[in-house]
């Protein structure tokens, strides 16, 4: 696959995954050096979910999940925690990866990533009463 299809395919993963309405907001910085940004992390880290391969989408995210709590990367994990009803990942299994990271990654890591998805879960509630 040439370069511009894998670019193609990262860009429509992350649209597919995260969402028209936040990828239109990180990506409309007129920049040139933002969008270059913006290209280059599309292609790295949604390049490997357009790549194919044994995982799955609702794979992927989990790992992200885990990978972002373990790290303390609350504003990714946030995003990615609000974005499993596209990816497949259920409130449960969410709720069981959590302990996992406490046990492997520590409890600081499970409690921050406990907060933000009380956070993420809160507003989700939210807009679906406002939707209502």
């Not at 040139?32 to 989408?57: I, K, N």
């Amino acid at each position: 696959m040439a370069d511009i299809e894998q670019l193609d395919a990262a860009r429509a993963m992350r649209r597919a995954m995260l969402g028209d309405a936040y990828v239109d907001s990180v990506t409309s910085d007129p920049e040139p050096a933002a969008a270059e940004f913006q290209d280059y992390v599309t292609s790295m880290a949604w390049g490997v979910w357009a790549r194919g391969g044994a995982l799955s989408p609702r794979d992927r995210s989990l790992l992200v999940l885990a990978m972002t709590a373990a790290l303390g990367r609350m504003d990714e994990f946030r995003l990615h925690a609000g974005a499993t009803p596209q990816t497949g990942v259920t409130d449960e299994e969410l709720d069981e990866l959590l302990f996992q990271v406490a046990a492997y990654c520590g409890a600081p890591a499970g409690v921050s990533a406990r907060r933000a998805l009380k956070d993420v879960r809160a507003a989700a509630r939210q807009d679906a009463k406002e939707g209502a």
